[in-house]
């Protein structure tokens, strides 16, 4: 499938108390916001909001796999956080490509996660490079 200006595609994935606790084990992040209740029951959220870096994950995820099943690598990411992410919400990634360079296979791509509400909580712009998978691998 060739990608075009416009393409868009998405993926949705549930934010459990697992799931938070595995990204803090990974990430090494134990900010007591994502996981002491009580201590977040003291701030402006009044309950653990998952992390940030958890739905950029969520959009790295969709791009892994490259759009359309094309296999992709990041080059770079921006990142805005708008809205919290609680234990419980169904987070959809969704990236809309909005630039192609085809003699380096660089896409740009809008970025943006969205909770079960509608309500953005993340955006942001990814610029990856499309691999060539028909291209012998050289594991030397």
Known sequence: ???KVGDEFSRERHVTAEVIRRFAD???DRNPIHLDAEFARA???GRP???GMLSAAFISALLADGPAGLAGIYLSQTLNFTH???EGDLVTATARVTRIREDKNIVTLSTL???QNGETVVTGEA???LLDLEA???HA
């Open 1 to 3: 499938m060739e990608l």
């Open 26 to 28: 990974v990430s090494g």
């Open 43 to 45: 701030t402006k959220f």
């Open 49 to 51: 909001i998952a992390h």
């Open 84 to 86: 919290p992410v609680f």
């Open 113 to 115: 996660c969205t909770n």
């Open 127 to 129: 610029v990856i490079m």
């Open 136 to 138: 012998p691998a050289n």
